[in-house]
C-alpha cells in the first residue's frame, strides 16, 4: 500500500510531475556528462599504452606523463634485458615537439612517439597495420583525430616537425586533445632527427616477460639491479599512475569532478523541492494517518518511494540522453566518452543518494507534522 | 435501520481476534469484553486538568475534569469556543500527553505513554474529523482501503469489508470516484468509513456534521448511533449540531474548561444554552 500510495500521489497532477520529472532529467543528465567526460579523460590519458602490449615498463624517476618525461640510458634497458624472467625489450621515445601545416600560419603543441622496430609490442591493429610505413625517413604516422588546427593531415600531405618537413605515411586514433593538438608515431631514427636527442636516450623502456614469470617476483628483482633514478612499473601501474596525472594533478579532473558535485548538488535540491511542494500539498493527510496510527515508518516510506519514483523517472530518459550526446561529442571531439555499465550504476549510486539526502531533509516536515492540529 | 457491517455479523466479527476477542484486544483485558462489558469503562477520565505554555505564557485550558463512558454509549460534548472540548478530545485520543490527572481507554492508562504505544492504543481508536483530510490521489474505495493496513484483515476480507462500509455510508456507486469528484457531505461520508472500517471500540468526532448539509449531516449521525448499537462502541462527539444532540444518550458540557454533565437536561433548553 506504501507504494501504491506513493504512485498515486506522483501521478495526481500529471502536469506538475512532467515538470519535476524534466528538471530531473536535466541534473541527472549534468550528472552523466559530467562522469563521462571525467572516464573520457581517464580512458584517453593512458590510450597510449594501451596500444603497446608490454608487462613492465622501466621510467626516470622524474618521470611525470607521456607528454613530460625525462630520459634515460639505454644501457639500463639492456641491463634490465639481462634479468632473469624477461623476455625482450624495447625503447619508446617521447617528446614534445611543434607541428607547422604549411597553409596556416598557427604552430601546433604534438607529441611524437618514436618506436624501434619491433612489432611485438604493439597491441593496436591500425599502428600494426601502418607499423613498416615509418621506417622510411621522414614519414610518420598521425592521429587520425587531430585537432582541426594542425590543418591537412591526408596521407602524403607534407608539413614540419620542429622546423624539419615531414611527411604523413599513415593513420592511427589517438584523440587526446586535453594532452596535444594531435599524435605522430615514427621510426627511433626520424625521432632522433627530429629532436636532436642523443641516440643513447630513452624516455620509457618496454619489457615482455617469458611466458609463467612471476610479474611481482621481476619487478623487484629489476628495482635491485636498475640505479636509484629509475622506477619499474607493471602495465597497469604505469596506465593508472597516467590516468591519476591528468585526473588527480591536472586542472581537467578537478573540473569534471566540480561538475559532478554542482550536477549533484542541484539534483538534491531539485528533488527536495519537488518533494517539499508533494509533501506540503498533503501535510494534513499526512497528520491524519498519524492520527489514525499509521507510524512515522510508513508515512516516511510513502515519501521515500515518491523520492525513488521520481529520481527513477528523471534517470530513465537522462541515460538514453547521455547516449546520445556521447555519440555527439566522441563524433566531434574523439573525447573517448561512452555509456557503460559502470558509469550508469555510478549515476544510479549518486541518484539514490540524491533521494536518500533529499528525503531526510524534506521528511522532517511530516515528522513534525503534528496530528493535532487537525482538531 | 440497515446494519453497517452486512458481510460479518457481530460473532464472525468476534472470532475474527482484532476487537471480539477480549484476550487478543490491547485495549481491553481478559473477561472485560464478554463477561463484564459494562464493568470497564470505554473512557475514564479523572481529575484531568491542562495547561498550554509555560511561565508567564502558562494558561489552563482544563480543571479537574471528570467523564466516564461506557461501550455503546453515545455522547456529545459542547461548549462554547475555547473551552477545551478539543484539548479534552485530543488528549483522549492519546494525541496529546496528559499533564495532570488519568485517562483510561478500556482499562488501558494513557499518562506517561511512548510514542509507539500512543500510535498502538490510537488505531484502535476511530478519528473523524471536521475536515475530511482523504488523499485526492486515492479513490473513495482507496482510502478506505488504506485504513485496513492497521487491522489484521485478510485480502479477501478487505475487498468486501471496504464495499459493504461504503455502501453503508451511501456511497456504494461511488467507490471509484476521487474525493475531487465528490460532494463535501460524500468526502465526509468516505472518512468516517475509513474510521469505522477497522471497528474502533472508540470512535472520536471532531464536528463531523458542521460543513455537511441537513440529509448528509442526519446520515452521519445516524451511521454513528447504529454503530455504537450494533457494535456496542462508545461514541464522543463535540459538536454543535441538534441532530447529533438528539441521538445522543448524554450530553456533556464544557465551560471555562471544567465540564458539567446534563443527563436530564431537557433538548430544547440545551438548544438553547447551545445557540
Known amino acids: 500500500m506504501r507504494l501504491e500510495l506513493a504512485l498515486k500521489n506522483t501521478f495526481a497532477n500529471r502536469t506538475r510531475t512532467l515538470a ?116 622510411i625517413p621522414d614519414k610518420i604516422m598521425l592521429d587520425r583525430f587531430s585537432q582541426p588546427v594542425v590543418g591537412n593531415i591526408a596521407i602524403g600531405r607534407r608539413a614540419k616537425i620542429n622546423g624539419h618537413w615531414i611527411e604523413v605515411a599513415s593513420h592511427f586514433k589517438m584523440g587526446m586533445f586535453f594532452a596535444a593538438d594531435t599524435f605522430a608515431v615514427m621510426s627511433r631514427e626520424t625521432f632522433l632527427h627530429l629532436t636532436g636527442q642523443p641516440p643513447q636516450d630513452l624516455s620509457v ?51 569534471f569532478e566540480t561538475g559532478v558535485a554542482v550536477a549533484f ?56 540522453i547521455a547516449i546520445g550526446l556521447f555519440r555527439l561529442i566522441y563524433a566531434v571531439s574523439r573525447l573517448p566518452v561512452s555509456m557503460n555499465i559502470h558509469l550508469a550504476l555510478l549515476v544510479l549510486a549518486d541518484v539514490l543518494s540524491m533521494c536518500a539526502i533529499s528525503s531526510v531533509l524534506v521528511l522532517q516536515k511530516v515528522r513534525r507534522a503534528d496530528p493535532v492540529e487537525l482538531f | 435501520m440497515r446494519n453497517i457491517f452486512k458481510r460479518l455479523t457481530a460473532n464472525e466479527y468476534r472470532s475474527k481476534g482484532d476487537t471480539g476477542n477480549p484476550e487478543k484486544h490491547p485495549l481491553i483485558g481478559a473477561g472485560d469484553f464478554q463477561a463484564g462489558r459494562e464493568k470497564t469503562p470505554a473512557v475514564e477520565v479523572k481529575a484531568v486538568s491542562h495547561c498550554y505554555g509555560a511561565g508567564e505564557n502558562r494558561r489552563q485550558v482544563l480543571f479537574d475534569n471528570h467523564l466516564t463512558i461506557h461501550p455503546g454509549e453515545v455522547v456529545t460534548m459542547t461548549g462554547p ?6 484539548t479534552l478530545l485530543t488528549l483522549i485520543g492519546t494525541l496529546r500527553s496528559l499533564q495532570e490527572g488519568s485517562i483510561t481507554v478500556y482499562g488501558r492508562a494513557t499518562k506517561g505513554l511512548s510514542a509507539a504505544e500512543a500510535v498502538k492504543i490510537r488505531r484502535k481508536i476511530g478519528f473523524i474529523f471536521q475536515t475530511h483530510n482523504l488523499f485526492d490521489s486515492l479513490t473513495a474505495y482507496e482510502n478506505v482501503k488504506l485504513a485496513t493496513t492497521l487491522a489484521d484483515w485478510s485480502g479477501r476480507e478487505v475487498h468486501g469489508a471496504v464495499v459493504d462500509i461504503l455502501a453503508a455510508v451511501g456511497l456504494a456507486e461511488r467507490c ?100
Open chain 1, 205 to 255: 623502456g618496454l619489457l615482455k616477460l617469458k611466458p609463467g614469470a612471476d610479474r611481482g617476483a621481476v619487478k623487484k628483482a629489476l628495482e635491485k639491479i636498475l640505479p636509484d633514478g629509475l622506477q619499474v612499473f607493471t602495465r597497469d601501474e604505469l596506465i593508472g599512475k597516467e590516468q591519476d596525472f591528468f585526473i588527480s594533478q591536472k586542472p581537467v579532473g578537478f573540473m
Open chain 1, 20 to 135: 519535476s520529472v524534466c528538471g530531473l532529467t536535466f541534473a541527472i543528465l549534468l550528472m552523466f556528462m559530467q562522469l563521462g567526460f571525467l572516464e573520457g579523460v581517464r580512458k584517453g590519458a593512458a590510450l597510449l599504452y594501451e596500444y603497446l602490449d608490454f608487462d613492465l615498463a622501466i621510467v626516470s624517476n622524474k618521470y611525470q606523463t607521456m607528454g613530460d618525461s625525462e630520459s634515460f640510458d639505454r644501457v639500463h634497458l639492456a641491463q634490465a634485458m639481462c634479468a632473469r624472467g624477461v623476455e625482450k625489450g624495447m625503447g619508446l621515445l617521447l617528446s614534445q615537439a611543434t607541428w607547422k601545416d604549411p597553409d596556416n600560419t598557427l604552430l601546433s603543441r604534438i607529441i611524437i612517439i618514436g618506436l624501434a622496430r619491433s612489432p611485438d609490442f604493439i597491441a593496436d591493429p591500425d599502428i600494426k597495420r601502418g607499423f613498416d610505413t615509418i621506417f
Open chain 2, 81 to 86: 469556543s475555547g473551552s477545551g472540548k478539543t
Open chain 2, 176 to 275: 471509484s470516484y476521487k474525493p475531487g469528484k465528490l460532494s463535501v457531505g460524500q468526502r465526509q461520508r468516505v472518512a468516517i468509513a475509513r474510521a469505522l472500517i477497522n471497528r474502533p471500540k472508540l470512535i472520536l468526532a471532531d464536528e463531523p456534521t458542521a460543513a455537511l448539509d441537513k440529509d448528509s449531516g442526519g446520515l452521519i449521525v445516524e451511521i454513528l448511533r447504529e454503530m455504537a448499537n450494533a457494535e456496542n462502541c462508545a461514541v464522543l462527539i463535540v459538536t454543535h449540531d441538534n441532530r447529533v444532540l438528539q441521538v445522543a444518550d448524554r450530553i456533556v458540557h464544557l465551560v471555562d474548561g471544567q465540564i458539567s454533565s446534563m443527563p436530564n437536561m431537557d433538548r430544547c433548553l440545551l438548544q438553547a444554552v447551545v445557540e
Open chain 1, 265 to 320: 548538488c542541484v539534483g538534491v535540491i531539485f528533488l527536495f523541492q519537488v518533494l517539499s511542494v508533494e509533501i506540503s500539498n498533503r501535510i494534513n493527510e499526512y497528520a491524519t494517518l498519524k492520527a489514525i496510527g499509521f507510524d512515522l515508518s510508513f508515512i516516511c516510506g510513502v515519501g521515500l518511494n515518491q523520492a525513488i519514483l521520481f529520481a527513477l523517472m528523471g534517470y530513465a530518459p537522462s541515460f538514453f
